[in-house]
């Protein structure tokens, strides 16, 4: 076999939640890095990497033959999840997109996606749309991480089709759009990457509202939904016992 396939470590984060033995589908696989790591290192796992264009279909191709995986990875041309039938994968990955394609891809193939065990998303952006749909979905979140990465900030969302699971989310609607915006699991553990992103967005979203206040005709009801979700991100940045609103 040839030389071992390097990997970021957001995609080994995502390839960790992957079982012993996966038979896994990853969607807009690129360059086919994610399967040629997982299946060099479990002999027993089964990937299919899909790619929507050609270009990356070739390169995905190159990869599978240059570490002559061509008995464990199958490379297949086409949008989104059409590539798979279903039955065909117990896990689905989607990695490096922003969350509104992840849920349109999951969306548009809604059976095939409700078909696997487990999926994995790793949103560049919009984390909370890819929380939505698993909730609507019948998909319990069992884990999520944020990490940094060469100058951005990544969320990797564990999610399992299972009956009966604890779920993370609380049974008050607002708390739960809150969980939905920040992860019920990442705004429990608050590590560097969670406080650096959170507090980027805050005085992100604090110069948007200050611009709506300025507007000859101000949208009252989308300035009071901004305000509801700045205000959630005040109170997960706040240190006990300080009124620093500059955290």
């Known amino acids: 076999m040839n030389s071992n396939v390097s990997l970021s470590n957001r995609l080994k984060i995502v390839a960790g939640y992957l079982p012993q033995g996966a038979c896994f589908a990853d969607i807009g696989s ?3 890095y994610l399967p040629a790591y997982v299946c060099q290192k479990d002999p027993e796992a089964k990937a299919i990497a899909g790619e929507v264009n050609q270009g990356p279909f070739d390169s995905a191709k190159k990869t599978v033959q240059f570490h002559q995986l061509e008995e464990q990875i199958e490379v297949r041309l086409g949008d989104g999840l059409t590539v798979l039938r279903e039955g065909e994968a117990d896990q689905i990955v989607i990695a490096g997109m922003g969350g509104a394609l992840i849920t349109s891809i999951l969306e548009t193939q809604a059976s ?3 078909s696997v065990d487990r999926i994995i998303a790793q949103p560049n952006v919009d984390a909370r749309e890819v929380r939505r749909w698993f909730d609507q979905h019948g998909f319990t979140l069992i884990a999520e991480e944020i990490m940094a990465e060469q100058g ?3 969320e990797v969302l564990v999610a399992d089709r299972q009956i009966n699971v604890f779920s993370p989310y609380n049974d008050n609607d607002q708390i739960k759009e809150k969980q939905f915006l920040l992860g019920p699991y990442l705004v429990n553990e608050k590590n560097d990457a969670f406080i650096k992103k ?4 805050k005085a992100k979203l604090e110069r948007i509202i200050s611009q709506m206040q300025q ?7 989308r300035m009071s939904e ?3 979700e700045l205000n959630w991100m005040k109170e997960e940045l706040y240190y006990e016992g300080t009124n620093d609103e500059t955290c």
């Open 30 to 32: 690129d360059h086919a």
């Open 226 to 228: 901004f305000q509801t």
């Open 198 to 201: 959170w507090t980027w967005e």
């Open 152 to 154: 951005h900030i990544y």
């Open 112 to 114: 095939i996606a409700e």
């Open 215 to 221: 507007a000859k005709q101000v949208n009252y009801e």
